[in-house]
């Protein structure tokens, strides 16, 4: 099966990520696996693992889970603590050709119990906390059967209790038929469930399989991304097919995730936009735990070049990379573009990329009927095969934005002559007279160092307000604010809150409508 998962076959033939632990261990058994948490459904395998080892769990749990009456193209809702073992269950269950449906621990029990009613009787692997969280909604009504990952509880099958089931042989899924599902943030009502196909995952490898053909020897490959978001299954296939050594990261804490790195030095590391700005302080640690990086990678939201530039000087490599993607769940990556150490800190934060070698086509369609430009911003519209099948159980809210071969994304911005896209805002997200927030919260974040978050929001009356955190949540230096907003004379006063209050998705994004609704019930109760 060597041969099934090479770049080119898995163009081909699509991602059969089920398959993914056993192919990379017959490449090399022994490649490592490093976790700073223990596994809640195999607590004693330990934090340090082979590949071979790896395998070797996904198909004991593939066999568990058939045990306890899960079929090929059956789904199954992943619902539990944040922990690598989401991705562990969730390979066991696409082995043996089940769809694993992935939802984020943060979504609260109505939210969970909606989504379990629209994929129409699933299975429900989930642990006893979020069992219990559920208590109020209609579980037993709402799913085909519940399987817990440890323990026991009535009436629940318990994959503690079906260890030792007999191994079962792998499916293969048809390769445009349902893989995997996942959701959207949810940031603008009900989450929608977006499904994957093999195919569609597959294609999707390819600008980082391109990016990682660049490395001249094999890096430790850190990785920090949410482990029930597609992008996750990505990562850890290439990284596993491409033997590189992997540590595997829940914590978020800078000083745990200074000690961590201190101690694997990784060479490459993965991790969402927001956890890389949380750690940029550690670019002051005189330890260094950003010395043996040679590349940065993030996708899901352009990033702050202030944050790009501090990582790239803390690194001690030679010609350190940042390199930063553009996409959605909808589409995958889309566009992205390097940053190296001596410029990003002058780049524009709003130049997300070019269309990368051998992958989505992107356009930019007017809005007005007149041409897309910086001042008129358009529609950003992706197409490829990488294009997720449609939203689980609501095919008309998919063909809304579907228009033949191309996606609206729901983002505006603009191509420059050289062919740069730039992304400006989401459109739900624009405020009148503000051409693009993201520009002023990068270049507000670039003047005010003390700042460690910045958000524009439309208030009550559509005013843009800047909510600002600092760290360890000092007062905000008025005077120093009105300096560096001069030339911004429509933002409204500053609304400080402490970054904990944040309201955020699975992926770390602050959830704008909701802040500025919030805002709006914070001011309505002093009036």
Known sequence: MNGFMTHNAIRRRGLHFGLVPEVAAAGNATTPLTLDHDLDVLPGAGRRLTVAQLADHVDDLAGRLWAAGVRPGERIAVYKAANFDVWVLATAAARIGAVPVLLSPALDAATVGALLGRLDQPHLLTDGAKLDLLAGEPVADLTRRVIVVAGTRPGAASLAELAGSPRVRAVVRPQDEPAMITHTSGTTGLPKLVVHTPRSMGARLTPQWWLLSLMRRRETVAIHI????????????????????????????????????????????????????????????????????????????????????????????????????????????????????????????????????????????????????????????????????TYYGEQDRYDANRNGFWWRTGDVGYRTRFGCLHMLDREVDMIAGVRSSLEVEDLLLGRLPELTELVVVPGPNSEPVPVVCTHADRPLDRDRWRAAVADFPQLADPVQLPQAELPRTATLKVQRIELSRRLHEQLARRT
């Open 226 to 389: 949410s482990f029930v978001h597609s992008r996750m299954f990505a990562a850890m296939a290439l990284a596993l097919l491409k033997e590189h050594p992997v540590l595997l990261m829940r914590e978020s804490d800078p000083d745990r995730v200074a000690d961590f790195f201190l101690d694997h030095r990784p060479g490459f590391i993965e991790a969402l936009p927001n956890s890389l700005m949380e750690w940029e302080g550690l670019a002051d640690d005189p330890r260094r735990p950003f010395a043996s990086v040679k590349y940065f990678s993030s996708t899901f939201d352009a990033i702050h070049p202030r944050t790009m530039s501090r990582l790239l000087r803390s690194s001690a490599r030679r010609a350190p990379l940042f390199f930063q993607i553009y996409g959605q769940s909808e589409v995958g990556p889309a566009v992205g573009r390097p940053y190296f150490r001596n410029s990003a800190h002058k780049a524009d934060g709003r130049c997300v990329g070019f269309p990368l070698p051998g992958s989505a086509k992107v356009r930019v369609v007017s809005r007005d009927g007149r041409p897309p430009s910086e001042t008129n911003p358009g529609f950003i519209e992706v197409g490829w095969v990488g294009l997720a099948k």
